[in-house]
């Protein structure tokens, strides 16, 4: 499983990170560390899709299942 | 006794509150938070079961997150109830109390937090001992730099529980509290709900926008910044009004309505960036429980006595919350 995130969409709501720190990294600033498209361990897709629902934006996107 | 305050994560900067954040964050990844659903849901149905009219607040919406908090840490039973005094003691030393009664007031709370300090250090040494499936154990071999072995030590613990439970107790009452409120002043929004169920992840972030638990957070300034006009120096002090912010009509559509099925719903009453609530996920479950057996088991709800909210700057939060009910 791939996801992603936009960088231009995120706000830094952080709600991602609340999910998953290690799945979902955060800059100093508070965005998204994803990176436009970053391999999610397996075994973690669950958390992974849970973080990227919680995006209240809609920064973050399942890239490929 | 200051110092378990002065050390929270919630009032330090990188890069102690990036090595205290990760340490914690391992313990509240998405399955240890989902898989409490079922032991909440059972507070809550004791809880909801038990009610007969009266003050919502302290029958219902005040003890929940407290046990909740006792059972995440893996507490005794029979301990919970202490809880909900030490929470209460920690947001007098921690904000201060106002009136004649402060200095006296003070010291009772210290001396109240002297014994939760002792409680948890046994609770620590009892975990060390006797690793369990709770959060403490979890906090326990949470390792911030692998290579390091980095882990948090017994003060950080003691420090860790009691931010855990100041943080997520009064919140987590006036979410539900306030939440119920918003509901029965608009009884359309309460039939819709009431009619379709599973709005109810949706209908609580739309109730958290509108009246969040906490109004306003506070920052230094540390560089140069300019908004809308405004400049800002390094060492100013800004409020945040998330109220206002969750308010707003540029990021809102008709932000003084209340709609359950407001999609997308960029709330911030969690806060945002590297603060975010770490509790987020916690709480969400427990207001979405609380809030759905409520409308769902109290069907004749109604306000028994206008609410006053408390005259407090950072909380949004009700005296008391008197309803009636007929089953
Ligand atoms: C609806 C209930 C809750 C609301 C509205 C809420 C809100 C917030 C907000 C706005 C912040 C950011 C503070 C800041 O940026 O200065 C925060 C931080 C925090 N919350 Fe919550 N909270 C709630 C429940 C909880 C629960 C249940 C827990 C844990 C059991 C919790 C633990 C924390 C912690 C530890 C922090 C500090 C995080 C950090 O500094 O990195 N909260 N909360």
């Known amino acids: 499983m791939r996801i992603g995130v936009d960088p231009d969409v995120c706000e830094a709501h952080g709600q991602c990170s609340v999910v998953d720190l290690d799945l979902f990294p955060l800059d100093d600033d508070g965005h998204s560390a994803v990176g436009p498209d970053r391999e999610v361990p397996p075994g973690e897709e669950g958390?992974?899709?849970?973080?990227?629902?919680?995006?209240?934006?809609?920064a973050l996107r399942v890239l490929s299942a | 006794?200051?110092?378990?305050?002065?050390?929270?994560?919630?009032?330090?900067?990188?890069?102690?509150?990036?090595?205290?954040?990760?340490?914690?964050?391992g313990a509240f990844k998405g399955q240890r938070i989902s898989a409490m659903g079922e032991q909440i849901t059972a507070l809550v149905d004791e809880l909801v079961e038990a009610f007969t009219g009266g003050d919502l607040i302290s029958e219902i919406a005040y003890p929940l997150p407290a046990t909740v908090i006792a059972m995440m840490l893996g507490a005794p039973v029979a301990d919970r109830?202490?809880?909900?005094?030490?929470?209460?003691?920690?947001?007098?030393?921690?904000?201060?109390?106002?009136?004649?009664?402060?200095?006296?007031?003070?010291?009772?709370?210290?001396?109240?937090?002297?014994?939760?300090d002792a409680y948890?250090?046994?609770?620590?040494?009892?975990?060390?001992?006797?690793?369990?499936?709770?959060?403490?154990?979890?906090?326990?071999?949470?390792?911030?730099?692998?290579?390091?072995?980095?882990?948090?030590?017994?003060?950080?613990?003691?420090?860790?529980?009691?931010?855990?439970?100041?943080?997520?107790?009064?919140?987590?009452?006036?979410?539900?509290?306030?939440?119920?409120?918003?509901?029965?002043?608009?009884?359309?929004?309460?039939?819709?709900?009431?009619?379709?169920?599973?709005?109810?992840?949706?209908?609580?972030?739309?109730?958290?926008?509108?009246?969040?638990?906490?109004?306003?957070?506070?920052?230094?300034?540390?560089?140069?910044?300019?908004?809308?006009?405004?400049?800002?120096?390094?060492?100013?002090?800004?409020?945040?009004v998330l109220a206002s912010a969750n308010r707003d009509p540029e990021k809102f559509a008709d932000p003084d309505t209340l709609d359950l099925a407001r999609r997308p719903n960029p709330q911030i009453a969690f806060g945002k960036g590297i603060h975010a609530c770490i509790g987020a996920q916690l709480a969400r479950m427990e207001t979405r429980i609380a809030v759905a057996r409520i409308v769902e088991r109290l069907p004749g709800l109604a306000l028994a006595a206008e609410p006053r909210w408390k005259p407090s700057l950072a909380s949004r939060s009700l005296e008391q919350l008197r309803v009636e009910v007929t089953r």
């Open chain 2, 81 to 116: 109830d202490r809880f909900r005094e030490w929470s209460d003691e920690l947001a007098l030393v921690a904000f201060g109390a106002g009136g004649d009664a402060r200095a006296e007031r003070h010291e009772r709370a210290l001396r109240g937090l002297r014994e939760m």
């Open chain 1, 47 to 58: 958390a992974a899709r849970i973080g990227v629902d919680a995006c209240p934006v809609r």
């Open chain 2, 120 to 240: 948890f250090r046994e609770l620590i040494a009892l975990r060390r001992r006797e690793p369990g499936e709770d959060m403490l154990t979890a906090l326990m071999a949470a390792d911030g730099d692998p290579a390091a072995g980095d882990r948090l030590s017994d003060d950080e613990l003691v420090s860790m529980c009691a931010l855990l439970l100041f943080a997520g107790h009064e919140t987590t009452t006036n979410s539900i509290a306030n939440a119920t409120l918003a509901l029965l002043r608009h009884p359309d929004q309460l039939a819709r709900l009431r009619a379709d169920p599973e709005l109810i992840a949706p209908a609580v972030e739309e109730l958290l926008r509108f009246d969040g638990p906490i109004k306003v957070l506070n920052r230094w300034v540390v560089a140069e910044t300019e908004i809308r006009g405004r400049r800002i120096s390094p060492g100013e002090r800004v409020h945040l």
């Open chain 2, 1 to 25: 006794m200051l110092e378990l305050i002065g050390e929270w994560m919630v009032v330090s900067d990188p890069p102690a509150h990036t090595r205290l954040r990760r340490l914690a964050a």
